[in-house]
């Protein structure tokens, strides 16, 4: 709850974080390309290392967050697929979640998350392990009253050199919130710019209105929901096309490809729409074709693709281009008796 009296007051309400967030990465993170999982290892496992004994009064509420956590993102999931599942063996973890928790003033307050790495496509790199740190205790709350119009920001005051005393450990709320952003990152997403949503860099923020403290809690909105989709289709296809490239490279494979329109070409001649719009919209040229001849509007009609031979007619395809047996995509469609695409050709205006 947010309740503005003026736009000077909202400003600074809303400039008086807590205790900012640090995602501590190495390879994988950005300064290169960004990482996704292949789609054979969802669901990832992640095995959950026991809480410290210091913590021992908190346990269950612990791995319960991060549970929580981990259902989150499941019931969002990537084509209809849970993205996480527990195990109980550490050594076939993909996500290793661990704690710290000893006094350590230079880090409290921050969480820390790794990943390691592989090679990919051009855009993204293929994750190989990731282990987040979860840090159970941080700096005690302290909340110096400063008055503007009649009201109150609570303001964290970092003080240097203090001593353990004013450490205290995490609610459960708080490590709920944290957990399901950490797994967020171990699923390749990067920080959102809205300051309600799951992936905000900076944790809740606190003030006091009318002396009543509220607090921002970050939720997974459905900007972080659609993300993640659109996020593992742009990654699987850019896996896909290194795939298509480095098959098109070795002497004997089944691809008709071997130039730059291939890729386009095969994905087509699967019918693959979502794809295949992705390309176009990346500048690959519609009429572009394969060693043999084969443009995608041929090899949509050629293996009955109908729904992509009308996206690629919209798209502006040249009806009547042949490979180099001089065939078009109309002949290679009455010659396998394929209605649907015969009927879209003619109306398109296509010629024998």
């Known amino acids: 709850m947010k309740i503005c009296p003026g736009l000077l007051v909202c400003f600074l309400?809303?400039?008086?974080?807590?205790?900012?967030?640090?995602?501590?990465?190495?390879?994988?993170?950005?300064?290169?390309?960004?990482?996704?999982?292949?789609?054979?290892?969802?669901?990832?496992?992640?095995?959950?290392?026991?809480?410290?004994?210091?913590?021992?009064?908190?346990?269950?509420?612990?791995?319960?967050?991060?549970?929580?956590?981990?259902?989150?993102?499941?019931?969002?999931?990537?084509?209809?697929?849970?993205?996480?599942?527990?195990?109980?063996?550490?050594?076939?973890a993909?996500?290793?979640?661990?704690?710290?928790?000893?006094?350590?003033?230079?880090?409290?307050?921050?969480?820390?998350?790794?990943?390691?790495?592989?090679?990919?496509?051009?855009?993204?790199?293929?994750?190989?392990?990731?282990?987040?740190?979860?840090?159970?205790?941080?700096?005690?709350?302290?909340?110096?009253?400063?008055?503007?119009?009649?009201?109150?920001?609570?303001?964290?005051?970092?003080?240097?050199?203090?001593?353990?005393?004013?450490?205290?450990?995490?609610?459960?709320?708080?490590?709920?919130?944290?957990?399901?952003?950490?797994?967020?990152?171990?699923?390749?997403?990067?920080?959102?710019d809205d300051s309600g949503d799951i992936m905000y860099p900076v944790e809740g923020q606190k003030f006091i209105y009318y002396g009543i403290e509220f607090t921002n809690v970050q939720v997974l909105t459905e900007k972080s929901k659609k993300n993640l989709g659109r996020y593992y289709e742009d990654a699987w296809l850019d896996f896909r096309l290194a795939r298509l490239a480095a098959e098109s490279r070795r002497p004997g494979q089944s691809v008709r490809s071997g130039n730059s329109a291939s890729a386009l070409v095969e994905l087509a001649g699967k019918g693959e729409n979502a794809a295949v719009e992705r390309l176009l919209a990346a500048g690959q040229d519609i009429n572009g074709h394969d060693d043999s001849g084969w443009t995608a509007l041929i090899a949509a009609a050629a293996e009955d693709h109908p729904q992509t031979v009308a996206l690629l007619i919209e798209k502006g395809a040249q009806l009547d281009a042949r490979d180099n047996n001089g065939y078009t995509a109309l002949r290679y469609a009455r010659a396998a008796n394929y209605k649907q695409v015969i009927d879209l050709l003619i109306h398109a205006g296509a010629r024998y």
């Open 13 to 92: 309400l809303l400039a008086a974080p807590a205790l900012a967030q640090s995602d501590n990465q190495a390879s994988g993170d950005s300064a290169g390309p960004r990482c996704a999982w292949k789609e054979h290892a969802l669901p990832l496992k992640v095995f959950i290392e026991a809480v410290p004994q210091e913590a021992a009064a908190h346990r269950q509420d612990y791995l319960q967050a991060v549970q929580d956590g981990i259902k989150a993102w499941n019931d969002v999931g990537i084509g209809g697929k849970p993205v996480f599942e527990q195990t109980n063996e550490r050594r076939e």
């Open 94 to 192: 993909d996500v290793l979640v661990s704690w710290q928790l000893p006094p350590n003033p230079s880090a409290a307050g921050f969480e820390q998350k790794h990943i390691f790495t592989t090679g990919g496509g051009a855009s993204y790199s293929v994750c190989a392990k990731s282990r987040v740190t979860l840090i159970i205790e941080h700096w005690a709350r302290h909340q110096i009253p400063t008055g503007l119009l009649g009201y109150f920001v609570p303001v964290p005051v970092p003080i240097p050199n203090i001593n353990t005393e004013n450490l205290e450990q995490r609610g459960t709320d708080e490590l709920r919130v944290i957990a399901t952003h950490e797994l967020g990152h171990s699923l390749g997403l990067d920080h959102s």
